[in-house]
Structure formats: structure tokens, C-alpha cells
């Protein structure tokens, strides 16, 4: 498994933050929170959202969020090739069967194709999309930050 700094290092088109640790908390609202705030960002309480997901749809999720600038979400900055390999590295240090959340809210679309969504920041940055997986022994955590 390549280890997390080379993934992160590798994704040079967008800001993203990675980092593995002990799961702490019951809950995995408050496992979340104590991943978020290890990482050096915020914790949210009840403000995390459960990713219901398949293994692929996650896989998809954090490929458009690798290629994608969170400010200007419409070009495609790397190869979707690329992104999927880094997405897949990535989850692999998530832990087998963890429970996947994030501080964003599903996306609406309007009628004239404005996106509409919402989220709990982490951070100080104008945009941040947090995703956390928590696994019974320990938590990843990603981060995808962005200025306007």
C-alpha cells in the first residue's frame, strides 16, 4: 500500500490533507470529530452526514473531488484515470467495512444548473469538504480545501 504523504503528494492539482489515526469515540459522529480535530481542524458534532454508499460510489466521490477545484468545480484538472488510481489508493487505508461521512450535504441542481448544497466547515478555508472513514479500530481523514 503506497503510504499516504506519497498519495497526497501526487495530487498536486488541488489542496487535500490525508491523515490516519486511532478511532476515539463511541459515536462516529464523535470518532469524526476526534479525526477532524487530531488533523488540526474543527470538529462539527452532528453537523457530519452518512455517505451511503457502495465501495464504488466512494471511489467515484473522492476521484471527482481530486480533479475537481472545490472554488471552480467545472474543469477536470487531471486525467480521470488518474484521479480513480489516486481515489482507490486513498480508500485503501480506510478500514474494512468503515462508515464513511462528510461534512457537505447531497447536491441539488437548479434549473439553470447552479448547484446548491451546503456544509459544516472544518477549516478557515472558503471551502472545505471534509470525508471521514471510521472503522471500528481507526479513522482516515480527508480534507479538500479551496479559495475563491
Known amino acids: 500500500m503506497k503510504p499516504l504523504n506519497e498519495i497526497i503528494e501526487s495530487i498536486d492539482s488541488v489542496v487535500v490533507k490525508a491523515y490516519e489515526s486511532k478511532r476515539i469515540g463511541d459515536s462516529v459522529s464523535d470518532a469524526a470529530d476526534s479525526a477532524s480535530t487530531?488533523?488540526?481542524?474543527?470538529?462539527?458534532?452532528?453537523?457530519?452526514?452518512?455517505?451511503?454508499?457502495?465501495?464504488?460510489?466512494?471511489?467515484?466521490?473522492?476521484?471527482?473531488?481530486?480533479?475537481?477545484?472545490?472554488?471552480?468545480?467545472?474543469?477536470?484538472?487531471?486525467?480521470?484515470?488518474?484521479?480513480?488510481a489516486l481515489a482507490e489508493s486513498l480508500s485503501m487505508h480506510a478500514e474494512s467495512g468503515s462508515t464513511w461521512v462528510t461534512n457537505h450535504s447531497p447536491k441539488t441542481?437548479?434549473?439553470?444548473?447552479?448547484?446548491?448544497?451546503?456544509?459544516?466547515?472544518?477549516?478557515?478555508w472558503t471551502f472545505d469538504k471534509a470525508i471521514v472513514a471510521v472503522g471500528h479500530h481507526k479513522t482516515l481523514f480527508i480534507c479538500f480545501f479551496a479559495e475563491d
Open 38 to 84: 487530531l488533523a488540526g481542524y474543527q470538529a462539527i458534532g452532528d453537523g457530519w452526514r452518512t455517505i451511503e454508499h457502495e465501495y464504488e460510489s466512494i471511489i467515484d466521490m473522492l476521484a471527482y473531488d481530486i480533479g475537481h477545484d472545490l472554488a471552480y468545480s467545472s474543469d477536470q484538472l487531471l486525467p480521470i484515470e488518474e484521479c480513480v
Open 109 to 124: 441542481y437548479g434549473h439553470n444548473g447552479t448547484v446548491f448544497g451546503s456544509w459544516n466547515p472544518v477549516s478557515d
